[in-house]
């Protein structure tokens, strides 16, 4: 099944504990993002990448890092979290960029 | 810069009634709109997809419209079910932007009554 996942689903760390946030596409997509959804913020992206070796910011990339060694891994890297980091994270992949995107089930970060 | 916006915020309706989901964008230089459902505490489903040179497409009951020149895309839905009860979000994306990043709105929550 063609799909988008994300590991954990769920996840509760404490300040400054240096976590990662999986992601695996299975369709050979080339291009792979990372959003945020906050209530009354909505969706907002973080980082993206082109290709393997090829990223870049978004929109709200501070406290993020990121890596594409593979074409279908897309690792979300909080070296040391705080509690505005505190949001349900998605996963997204396309064929290329522009082309239809296919989002992962999300990943429910709380921060204390 | 892109802005989005669903109007209304919530929309309850009966079922079998047909009803339309607004969204509008300020900038009409959008590479494609792409419209998505989410359930409470899921992932986004994509449900259609509208180039900017197309004006509408269809999926089951189901049908996107796509108006550059006004900065609007309506999503259809005939003859709605319970089941179709979910937040509808629609996002416009710009190709020579951040990768073609969505840019999205704040989302229809629909509720269909049975």
């Known amino acids: 099944e063609a799909q988008v996942t994300q590991n954990p689903r769920y996840l509760i760390t404490v300040t400054g504990k240096k976590l990662t946030v999986t992601c695996s596409q299975n369709?050979?997509?080339?291009?792979m993002s990372w959003y945020r959804q906050d209530p009354g913020l909505g969706l907002r992206q973080i980082y993206y990448?082109?290709?393997?070796?090829?990223?870049d910011k978004g929109d709200v990339p501070e406290g993020y890092k990121v890596s594409r060694k593979e074409k279908r891994n897309f690792p979300l890297i909080l070296e040391s979290p705080s509690p505005n980091q505190t949001s349900l994270y998605f996963c997204?992949?396309?064929?290329?960029?522009?082309?239809?995107?296919?989002f992962g089930p999300g990943t429910r970060l709380t921060v204390t | 810069k892109q802005e989005v916006t669903q109007i209304p915020a919530a929309l309850s309706v009966p079922e079998g009634e047909n009803l339309v989901l607004n969204c509008s964008f300020t900038?009409?230089?959008?590479?494609?709109l792409q419209w998505f459902r989410q359930d409470p505490g899921k992932g986004l489903t994509s449900l259609l997809l509208?180039?900017?040179?197309?004006r509408e497409q269809t999926s089951g009951r189901l049908n996107a419209s796509l108006d550059k020149s006004s900065g609007r895309s309506t999503l259809y839905i005939a003859a709605s079910q319970p089941g179709d009860s979910a937040t509808y979000l629609c996002?416009?994306?710009?190709?020579?932007?951040?990768?073609?990043?969505?840019?999205f709105g704040q989302g229809t929550e629909l509720s269909v009554k049975p």
């Open positions: 997204a992949s396309s064929l290329y960029p522009g082309y239809e995107q296919y």
């Open positions: 369709m050979n997509h080339e291009y």
């Open positions: 990448s082109m290709n393997v070796e090829v990223t």
């Open positions: 900038d009409s230089a959008i590479y494609n």
């Open positions: 509208i180039q900017s040179s197309q």
């Open positions: 996002a416009a994306s710009d190709l020579y932007n951040q990768g073609g990043k969505l840019i």
